[in-house]
């Protein structure tokens, strides 16, 4: 079956960085647009950055340009967030999620595996 493996997170300070990865596996990685979400509480859950299969466009949400970058590597089946100038609003459980739509899309709904998430907080 399908598994989507977060890992990376943990507790660090304001100006920190972190970097994040998804291991995939059960599915053609190099076909599906990657894309990382990010909840807390008392929030809605909201797409952080995206990387599509096709041509490796990027999207990235307003609130992190500049700070953060994903990248993926097909040989191994893995997707990465590279954050840095970490603050306190980034705390939240990021989610790592797979579509097979062409671009990246904004929409939860259209991502079909989803990783079990890993929890990053931000101190400050």
């Known amino acids: 079956q399908v598994q989507l493996v977060e890992s990376g997170g943990g507790l660090v300070q304001a100006g920190d960085s972190l970097r994040l990865s998804c291991a995939a596996s059960?599915?053609?990685?190099?076909?599906?647009?990657m894309a990382w979400f990010r909840h807390s509480p008392g929030k809605e859950r909201e797409i952080v950055v995206g990387?599509?299969?096709?041509?490796?466009?990027?999207f990235y949400a307003d609130s992190v340009k500049g700070r953060f970058t994903i990248s993926r590597d097909n040989a191994k089946n893995t997707v990465y967030l590279q954050m840095d100038s970490l603050k306190p609003e980034d705390t939240a459980v990021y989610y790592c999620?797979?579509?097979?739509?062409?671009?990246?899309?904004?929409?939860?709904?259209?991502?079909?595996?989803w990783g079990q998430g890993t929890q990053v907080t931000v101190s400050s």
């Open positions: 999620a797979a579509s097979r739509q062409v671009g990246v899309r904004t929409e939860d709904y259209v991502y079909t595996y």
């Open positions: 059960g599915l053609t990685f190099s076909m599906y647009t």
């Open positions: 990387i599509s299969w096709m041509n490796r466009i990027t």
